[in-house]
């Protein structure tokens, strides 16, 4: 089957659409391409990247020239089934649907619950722009032939609108970011000196500044450092935290490769996932919490009822109010006061991967979505 993959926002080496879904793709025998904007064509992981230009210094002139781009070279390549990620790009999904193709939405977020804390969208407008949204997103997903939602929350609200939504979560990949320490009864962060860990976005929202405070306050107890393995949005956010007397006890380390993370995992004490209680958050599924499960890193978790049923659930990590820097202090002090503990409970995370939070089961579902649209 030549399957076409479509995204005019993320980038050609995105985790979830080319390492992890395309390259399993590839691997099960399809003709597999992935039409990306502004990016040179490449071949990588057995999938046929293809660059089309959609640059602008403008927003708005961005988000219309990327899927217009894209949707004239998805046209050239005459694939069975086209699979895009963006909501931009639903319209691009319609139009192929009008040629008879197979269509597939990718939903990776909750776009209607995240327009709503946008920052670039004025806020009187945040509610109607995610009403419209919400309501151009059921007018479309019944019109293709399936939908692939990244969590079991987005997925009901799509299964109401088209039955064939599938739910395939963005859990790793079993060997991507596992050193072997742990399986070898070594301790994997023996190199560690205090080291707390971040990998992700830096926003408020996703709590830079009560970790930095947490950190600030375990320094006038003994040494820690912030590892911070990522980018600011916006980008004022960074001067503003430099700023701040925590700033000191912090290295930003910017946007790493898939190897430098790695690294930094297995030289690190525990990893961060503090975000505020915000409604898509709550039911989210965070990539970061996983990948900290899988080198085997135990946690420190916002107590949302989800997380909590995932972290107290499979005993790796602590879960706390993540607004509360000195709960979070208290919490990242137990586990560099108690290595033995926290190994145990990095043992246990990485075994939870093992067993259920991993890529490997989710690419059978998602292959056998397409081996189904084969047959229909």
Known sequence: MKICHLTSVHPSEDIRILIKECQSLAKAGHDVSLIVANHPSDTKYGVNIIGVKAASPN????????????????????????????????????????????????VHEDVPEQVLSKEWIPKPLRRLISKVVKAVEKYSS???????????????????????TATIHNFPILNELHNGAVEQGENHNSTSDGNVLYIGGITALRGIEEMMEAVEKINARRPARLLLAGKFAPASLEEAMKEKPGWKYVNHLGW????????????????????????????????KLFEYMSAGLPVIASNFPLWKEIVEGNQCGKCIDPLDTDAAADAIQWFLDNPEEAKQMGENGRRAIEEKYNWETESEHLIELYDHLSHT
């Open 59 to 106: 927003r708005f002139f961005k988000m219309v020239k990327g899927p217009i781009s894209v949707y004239k070279q998805a046209l050239k390549e005459d694939a069975d089934v086209y699979h895009f990620h963006d909501p931009e790009l639903m319209p691009v999904g319609l139009l192929l649907k009008k040629n008879r193709k197979k269509v597939i939405y990718d």
């Open 142 to 164: 019944q019109r293709f032939d399936a939908v692939v939602a990244a969590t079991p929350t987005i997925a009901g609200r799509f299964q109401t609108y088209n039955s064939s």
């Open 256 to 287: 790493l490769s898939r190897d430098q993370i790695k690294r930094y995992l297995s030289s690190s004490d525990v990893g961060l996932v503090l975000l505020h209680p915000e409604p898509r958050y709550v039911v989210s599924y965070p990539i």
